[in-house]
């Protein structure tokens, strides 16, 4: 991947959250600090390969996302609780930026259509690091399913030995479904060790 003007982005609006979250934490949280996560990001950002363009693959922000948190991870010598990784994402939840980001509506034949296209292009490439899934249409427009058969979270964070803390990454999911008018429904991850992740989404009644 490159580290680009997406990449850059999402440290800049995101990281200071992520700081404010260790602030209990026993930390010196300064410039250098700082700096160091900073180089660390960039760097597994550029060891890591693409799963294409962002107009065609929107799942690259997510994993830009997961490696912000990695990085932070990482420079703290893995010594991150779950807890330690909640209290940045709660953070990250209050940020206005990410709130206006998650409030998209999916419950339109548009927005369903196109991740239908992205979900069967998935299927085709080769990508080491994307999300092969596959969307399951329900009995009407306000309900759907997401089944995914590969992860670039769970294989990044094997690859950057960060299991311990990937599950609070897939909580986030649940926030999401909120913002986004939605209650969803997940019996199984590939964090938990299950061969597929299935986000089963249902409107929420008003």
């Known amino acids: 991947m490159k580290y680009d003007v997406y990449a ?15 602030a209990e934490k026993n930390i010196l949280i300064n410039r250098q600090f700082k700096h ?16 294409g363009s962002m107009k065609e693959n929107t799942m690259s922000l997510i994993l830009l996302f997961a490696c912000m948190i990695f990085s932070i991870y990482k420079t703290c010598d893995n010594d991150l609780t779950s807890n330690d990784v909640r209290n940045m994402f709660q953070k990250i939840e209050q940020n ?29 490439n080769k990508f080491e690091y994307d999300w092969q899934s596959e969307l399951i249409q329900g009995t009407n427009i306000n309900e759907f399913e997401l089944r995914f058969f590969t992860c670039g979270i769970c294989k990044l964070a094997k690859r950057e030995n960060a299991n311990d803390i990937v599950k609070e990454l897939c909580r986030f999911d649940y926030w999401m479904a909120e913002k986004m008018g939605a209650t969803l429904v997940r019996n199984q991850t590939i964090a938990d060790g299950s061969p597929t992740c299935e986000f089963n989404y249902r409107k929420t009644e008003i």
């Open 8 to 22: 850059k982005a999402i440290w800049f609006i995101f990281s200071k959250d992520c700081f404010n979250g260790l």
């Open 96 to 124: 206005p930026i990410m709130i206006k980001f998650s409030k998209k509506s999916v419950f339109t034949e548009k927005w369903q259509s196109r991740r239908q296209a992205m979900a069967k292009r998935s299927l085709k």
């Open 36 to 51: 160091s996560c900073k180089n660390e990001y960039k760097n597994m950002i550029e060891n890591t390969p693409s799963i």
